[in-house]
């Protein structure tokens, strides 16, 4: 499993080692863009609308937008030293809550959390810990540049850190338009209702719900290949630097000449003629 991630994590003086692993992965088929006409990948190209030109990744510089149109650029170095500085910290467990305090709504991605070398003792001392008392951890981590708000606990013997939204990053449910406050129904309305949520309660079994559209897609695919209905986009004519005017004609002579080159046909021997010939 690839390791996206290494650091501390320490709660009060016990400092373990670890290694991040994402505990998900992104299974949506992803299809291209062709051009209908040649059937060859769309390109997608920075370009400056004010300069009307292509803009090259060294070009580019990272600003902040404070309004409309009006931008404070921030030096590659500066965001460098801002996230090494934050890099160096260590994550720390600044508390501990119950699961059940948190709303699903704040979680956003899994990870798995694996000792790193020398750390398979405190590990398994903060697994057992949390274990006991059902409670999980808070810290705060550095990943992608970003500072993420996450939970550490236990799922299936295993330490997860869960990233979640800090709270100013979830929006008020009350500013959701059109909700209604109070919906007058009926005592049976109501009865009715529980009694359909009764009889469709089960135990949570993730194996059998499947993304259906997912494997319709890729049956499609495959029932469109095996059928031979694929399309091979053409190859890129290479573009080359020329320099001059008379080293443009060479190079489309030499092409020219290249194109017309036709391999040499057999000669096919000349057929015996089967009329007599006229006797005198």
């Known amino acids: ?135 999980i951890g808070i810290a705060k981590i550095i990943i992608r540049s970003k500072e993420q708000l996450a939970i550490v606990r236990v799922y299936q013997n295993t330490l997860v850190m869960e990233t979640i939204h800090f709270p100013d990053e979830v929006r008020n449910a009350a500013d959701v338009p059109n909700v209604p406050e109070q919906t007058e129904l009926s005592k049976k309305e109501v009865s009715t209702a529980i009694t359909l949520i009764d009889q469709l309660t089960a135990e949570f079994e993730p194996e059998k719900y499947t993304d259906d559209y997912r494997t319709a897609l890729m049956e499609l695919i495959e029932a469109k290949r095996n059928n031979e209905e694929v399309t091979t986009s053409k190859p890129k004519t290479p573009q080359e630097n020329v320099s001059n005017l008379m080293e443009a004609l060479e190079q489309s002579l030499e092409s020219t000449k290249e194109s017309k080159k036709i391999s040499p046909k057999k000669k096919t021997p000349a057929k015996k003629s089967t009329r007599k010939k006229k006797t005198s």
């Not at 291209?32 to 803009?55: A, F, N, T």
């Not at 460098?80 to 305090?101: G, H, T, W």
Request: hydrophobic share 35%; net charge negative.
């Open 1 to 135: 499993m690839h390791t996206m991630w290494k650091g501390t994590i320490s709660f009060g003086l016990v400092n373990i080692p670890i290694k991040l692993h994402a505990a998900t992965e992104n299974k949506d088929i992803k299809l291209r863009q062709l051009h209908e006409e040649c059937k060859s990948p769309i390109e997608y190209k920075k370009r400056c609308p004010v300069c009307d030109k292509e803009v090259a990744n060294e070009e580019i510089v990272k600003a902040y937008e404070y309004t409309k149109n009006k931008f404070v650029v921030l030096d590659a170095e500066d965001l460098e030293n801002l996230k090494k500085e934050q890099a160096d910290k260590s994550v720390e467990i600044l508390d501990f809550v119950k699961l059940e305090e948190i709303d699903p709504v704040y979680f956003e991605r899994s990870y798995f959390m694996s000792p790193n070398d020398g750390g398979t003792k405190a590990y398994g001392l903060l697994r057992k810990a949390l274990s006991d008392t059902g409670k």
